[in-house]
């Protein structure tokens, strides 16, 4: 292991689970953290008491993003694939710690952005080639319905906390499409910009924020209006938002830059931007391509439900950066897999399995 490598997988002045303060010690978030390590067709499980990887279980090939139940027992995986196109998702038993089974997605393929649809066992699920939103019953391992976006890469989805919306961000089109998952229809695509690929509504419903990879910039959308309010220069290629629980700020992971921005959501103002801190490159620079390899390439973001940690998955470095949430800073570093990007989190705690007797 290399002197890089080390230094990534251990907390920055810290212990693990623990974060070092100037009054004594604060703990960690609870629950698992899920991490989809791409360029080895894995999911990590952490648990974040411990704050280190307890388990790692086999996925389909290059899973990009992750959903959970409700009861945070489950987890489904889109495997988009690699050179090859993807078609299924992977369940994973995440009190088991074992890919349950697939459910096959033919004849669409290349499945992204993944969101879990009310207490029952449905998912959503982008699908590229098909310019459509997949509705999945997991329990039937079937494709109940594949809503048509008519646009070129539908790749990311959120949903507006009463589920009445869903939206998809479109890379090719540089646009969102606004769903309506009762009348199981399109009901608007609204142009935001060139690469518009992360996607995140507000706690309250009212806006999308789109990050707009190859623009530059960040746009927010009036849900009920279909209409851009606010456009945001973002340079260093914007590749994923998350909004805060509270609803007051929202984080940009900047893929090519190796840099976090931080807005307030109220006055769309930039406040901070800082880097997290991780050690030089050193993951697999081929995950995006070669421009990126002087980066550490953050992409996937979580926040956890109380807010006060974030979780930043970097893609070409190999490891996820902690991110204190209050003073807005990284204040660790957790050890996945190999190209870590998609994140989830469940309330289950993944300890350690009791030994054997």
């Not at 290399?2 to 629950?31: M, P």
């Not at 411990?50 to 995986?77: F, K």
Request: with cysteine; hydrophobic share 40%.
């Amino acid at each position: 292991m290399s002197g890089s490598t080390s230094f990534l997988i251990v907390w920055l002045g810290t212990c693990l689970g623990i974060v070092s303060g100037g009054g004594g010690t604060e703990e960690t978030a609870s629950g698992t953290l899920i991490v989809l390590n791409k360029a080895e067709s894995t999911a990590s499980l952490v648990d974040l008491a411990q704050g280190r990887e307890v388990a790692r279980i086999p996925t389909g090939n290059g899973p990009h993003e992750v959903a959970v139940s409700p009861d945070g027992r489950l987890a489904v995986v889109a495997d988009y694939g690699d050179q090859r196109p993807g078609s299924t998702l992977t369940i994973l038993d995440l009190e088991k710690r074992v890919a349950a089974r697939k459910v096959d997605l033919a004849p669409h393929q290349r499945p992204h952005g993944i969101v879990w649809l009310g207490e029952e066992m449905r998912v959503a699920v982008t699908s590229e080639t098909s310019k459509a939103l997949l509705i999945v019953d997991l329990e039937a391992g079937k494709v109940e319905k594949a809503i048509a976006t008519g646009q070129d890469v539908s790749h990311m989805v959120a949903l507006t906390p009463d589920q009445r919306f869903a939206i998809t961000s479109n890379i090719g089109s540089g646009s969102a499409t606004i769903i309506d998952l009762a009348e199981e229809r399109a009901i608007a695509n609204v142009k935001t910009g060139a690469g518009a690929e992360g996607i995140d509504v507000s706690p309250d419903g009212a806006f999308v924020w789109v990050g707009n990879r190859a623009a530059d910039t960040v746009s927010v959308v009036e849900v009920k209006t279909h209409s851009v309010v606010a456009t945001l220069p973002c340079k260093g290629f914007p590749i994923r938002v998350k909004l805060t629980p509270n609803g007051k700020h929202a984080l940009v992971s900047c893929a090519k830059s190796g840099e976090l921005a931080l807005f307030d959501a109220a006055t769309h103002e930039e406040l901070k931007r800082f880097k997290t801190t991780l050690a030089a490159p050193g993951g697999d620079a081929s995950t995006l391509g070669g421009e990126f390899a002087t980066s550490a390439t953050p992409i996937g973001i979580l926040i956890h439900p109380d807010g006060k940690r974030a979780w930043v998955a970097h893609a070409n470095a190999d490891a996820i950066a902690v991110i204190d949430c209050e003073k807005w800073e990284p204040v660790g570093s957790l050890s996945a897999g190999k190209g870590p990007d998609g994140l989830a989190w469940s309330p289950l705690q993944a300890k350690d399995p009791a030994p054997a007797r």
